[in-house]
């Protein structure tokens, strides 16, 4: 069933120790997409500048990307400069952002994406979020991102936004800053206090921890070698993760477990080259092959 | 079959943000004899000094451990300052160390304790494991730990003892400073190429990577929310792997995958408590019980 998601579409300039690339693609959303895209039919709400590249909309809708409400702003696209030194290339020191077209961002949606039975609201303003949940129907399934930036300066309407939510995934920095808890399973516990029934927390190199009310689960990262550029992972994982859950009827250990895995191996592919450059050719036959290793790396 | 441990024997007085405790009975070898009893016979080989309180050498006795080969020095025993921070309960901050009859410790071996099929040189100066493997018959298995002390200030002595054993441990912090690599997979192929067949890299909190040239694989930590004092987690850790192993025929994926769960299950009870007090009571029973949630929490 068809999955809807609302975030940024950025133009990102990264610096990694393997190179740097200027105006790759990127955003939430549209990592989110390249991933989800895989296992259901996906809808873009995001807006983009005047200066976007029409390559860029046309390479979305040939991944299957139904752009009816990737709006154009007056302004420039979001952009992104960060960099990832060798010590950790788990974290982004962000160079500077321009946020051009995000500000004063209204989303739209088309007539016929406002019933659409999965919404994910990957990483943005939480009021902007919010915006798009009170234009659709309830859908079947919501999912949650959200960054540092919000916890710290829009607290009060991402808590809020939660009590909305079915699933909230967040890595490990943001759980901790949003619970005050150092213990992540404490503060997987806080977080689902706080509205969403299902939280997943992403822990980059260190895998993964899913926690609900009757069972709970963790598995390690896929073993990768070479990290060229880990920007979107996190986007990546998640769009695995709702693109799989959005093919499913019930929301049971075994499929969560299977989405988490997805999510996974996805994030895996998108880290080994810069922007979307492993994802966007991906083919589900290469995903599955990539599982049947990362079951054999995690099995007892 | 019968495992010979060497190592340090310490008196501890350690802080972390559920209390203090002083005087407590540690070090690397005594943690690693407390999950390693539950598989086999351990024989322990140290020293102590004339301070060390009886009551703990009858209770290492009570527990099994063949304590022939624990010899009085001149000396106070080696005792131990640490601090842990509710910020990071990871990595100790040492206080103070006093060496005490460390210095100058040359191992005796009793006679009997020559032939043993499996040995552990648990975390002690260098020079001191080579003294030992040079008394003994080459064992089945010999398992080896050191510490960023001898990395830093003995690494010759250090990579000259990598080349005489079969299975190496070490935390991420130990493996990124001994081979200069970040990425702790190439990290495990660098210090298989250093000597031993079998590296294993425990990471905490995120669980414990096995590498050698047909296989490796990962667990994450089995889910403790309140961390009590994580002294010794690694040394009981290395207990519970080698224990285990001590009782196989075969070094397969299957037994080192169970040896690595082991590992996990006895390192999660000795964080819940301070010293010894989760682990000296420990029955199999309890063991196993564990290991089946563990091996629900990181099943697919």
């Not at 983009?48 to 299957?64: M, S, Y």
């Not at 996974?264 to 810069?274: D, I, K, R, Y």
């Amino acid at each position: 069933m068809s999955l809807l998601v609302i975030g940024t579409v950025a133009l990102d300039n990264v610096k990694t120790p393997h190179g740097a690339r200027r105006g790759l693609l990127g955003g939430s959303a549209a990592h989110f997409c390249m991933s989800a895209r895989l296992f259901t039919n996906v809808h873009l709400v995001a807006v983009v500048g005047k200066d976007f590249p029409r390559k860029h909309i046309q390479f979305l809708k040939r991944q299957g990307v139904d752009t009816s409400s990737l709006i154009e702003g007056d302004g420039k696209t979001f952009q992104w400069d960060g960099e990832y030194k060798k010590e950790d290339l788990n974290s982004a020191l962000t160079l500077a952002t321009e946020l051009g077209v995000l500000v004063g961002f209204e989303p739209r949606v088309a007539h016929h994406q406002k019933k659409l039975p999965n919404v994910f609201l990957a990483n943005i303003d939480p009021d902007i979020q919010m915006g798009l949940l009170k234009m659709i129907q309830r859908p079947k399934l919501i999912g949650l991102d959200s960054m540092n930036l919000w916890i710290n300066h829009k607290r009060e309407s991402l808590v809020k936004l939660m009590k909305h939510v079915d699933l909230f995934v967040a890595n490990d920095g943001e759980a901790r800053a949003l619970t005050e808890e150092r213990n992540l399973i404490k503060a997987a516990k806080k977080l689902r206090r706080m509205g969403p029934k299902m939280i997943v927390v992403k822990k980059g190199e260190h895998g993964v921890l899913f926690y609900c009310d009757d069972f709970m689960f963790s598995f390690p990262a896929y073993p990768v070698e070479e990290v060229v550029d880990p920007t979107g992972a996190g986007d990546t994982f998640a769009g695995g993760l709702m693109g799989y859950l959005s093919t499913v009827k019930k929301f049971n250990e075994r499929e969560l477990k299977k989405a988490a895995l997805y999510g996974t191996v996805l994030a895996s592919f998108n880290v080994q080259g810069f922007g979307m450059s492993k994802t966007a050719p991906l083919k589900l036959t290469q995903v599955h092959q990539r599982m049947k290793h990362l079951i054999k790396f995690i099995s007892h």
